[in-house]
């Protein structure tokens, strides 16, 4: 629920300002991940925005003194304004998410999470990112997850994409194949 209504406002940014440089579109990333990271540590500060008893005039103000404390660009103050306007400043951590994917596709990027049974280190975190790479023909990014439940392989997931290497599936695989015969 919330991603969808967190999509038209990253979706609105991203029109704005998609044809800046990478680099450009990143800084934007930074200072919004940034607020969403002071409203997540300072919840009081979220409801002041979401107080009926607040004016408008004094949200518009603390987001104003906000916004210069923390060196927010222009775009990026007037995306803030209008989740303040609309009560959506709850969702700004899924707006980031959300205009970050959007850099991302247009950087010819994916992010994805690789669900191991011990730590990885970085050389086969990066050789795995690169074999992927290779089989997609885009650049990938990985961070990884220790689940020691899966006894042995891996489980990738890259967007809608899963690719289970785990030992569990192959078991399962193997079962189902059996039992056809």
């Known amino acids: 629920m919330s991603r969808r209504i967190a999509r038209p406002y990253a979706a609105a940014l991203f029109g704005v300002i998609g ?3 990478v680099a450009s579109l990143r800084a934007v ?7 969403a990271e002071v409203f997540r540590r300072e919840p009081k500060l979220l409801r002041a925005f979401e107080s009926p008893t607040a004016t408008p005039v004094k949200k518009r103000e603390l987001l104003t ?3 210069k404390a923390m060196g927010v660009g222009r775009e990026t103050e007037r995306l803030l304004a209008a989740l303040a306007q609309h009560y959506r400043l709850r969702f700004l951590g899924d707006v980031v998410a ?3 994917d ?3 596709r247009r950087e010819g990027m994916v992010r994805g999470h690789v669900e191991v049974p011990s730590p990885l280190d970085a050389t086969r975190l990066a050789a795995l990112a690169t074999a992927l790479q290779e089989s997609m023909g885009t650049r990938v990014e990985l961070d ?3 689940k020691p ?3 042995a392989g891996f489980v990738v997931r890259l967007g809608s ?5 785990s030992l569990r599936s192959q078991v399962q695989r193997f079962a189902h194949a059996a039992g056809k015969r």
Do not use: C, M
């Open 19 to 21: 044809k800046q440089p």
């Open 29 to 35: 990333e930074a200072q919004l991940e940034l607020v």
């Open 65 to 67: 003194a906000i916004g």
């Open 98 to 100: 959300l205009f970050r």
């Open 102 to 104: 959007l850099v991302d």
């Open 144 to 146: 990884s997850k220790v």
């Open 149 to 151: 439940d899966l006894l």
């Open 161 to 165: 994409r899963v690719y289970d290497g």
